[in-house]
């Protein structure tokens, strides 16, 4: 007969079991879509350079930009612009002027100001 086998042991059995490591992140990885980079039309432009033009820190803006094979959209204040280095911050998230596809601006500062 054998011995009876405690209860933390007995648990043991029924613990979850990886046999393929790193597995699961490989499937959500291949689950990810790679898209190309949109290629935006002149008047595209000049209607982003224009908006971009009018934004100021701490406006709140909804942004769509290219990100490592996909497009993200960012909803957010806008924290710093750096027009020689052509970015601005939307909360801590660094987004280049070349890779927006789309940018509105939700709230202005003036209108946090009521001027």
Same mark, same amino acid.
């Given at each position: 007969?054998?011995? /009876?086998?405690?209860?933390?042991?007995?648990? /043991?059995? =029924?613990?979850? =079991? @990886? @046999? &393929? /490591? *790193?597995?699961? %992140?490989? &499937?959500?990885?291949?689950?990810?879509?790679?898209?190309? !980079?949109? %290629?935006?039309?002149?008047?595209?432009?000049? %209607? &982003?350079? $224009? +908006?971009?033009?009018?934004? !100021?820190?701490?406006?709140?803006? #909804?942004?769509?930009? =290219?990100?490592?094979?996909? $497009?993200?959209?960012? +909803? *957010?204040?806008? #924290? !710093?612009?750096?027009?020689? *280095?052509?970015?601005?911050?939307?909360?801590? +998230?660094?987004? $280049?002027? @070349?890779?927006?596809?789309? &940018?509105?601006? %939700?709230? #202005?500062?003036?209108? $946090?100001? *009521?001027?």
């Amino acid at each position: 007969m054998r011995p /009876k086998m405690d209860r933390q042991q007995r648990a /043991k059995q =029924f613990m979850p =079991f @990886a @046999a &393929l /490591k *790193g597995y699961e %992140e490989a &499937l959500r990885a291949k689950e990810h879509i790679v898209v190309p !980079r949109m %290629e935006l039309s002149e008047d595209r432009k000049e %209607e &982003l350079d $224009y +908006t971009l033009s009018g934004i !100021r820190e701490m406006d709140l803006v #909804s942004v769509v930009y =290219f990100c490592k094979g996909e $497009y993200l959209q960012l +909803t *957010g204040v806008v #924290s !710093r612009i750096d027009m020689g *280095g052509k970015y601005m911050k939307v909360v801590d +998230t660094k987004i $280049y002027f @070349a890779d927006i596809s789309r &940018l509105e601006i %939700e709230k #202005s500062v003036s209108d $946090y100001r *009521g001027i």
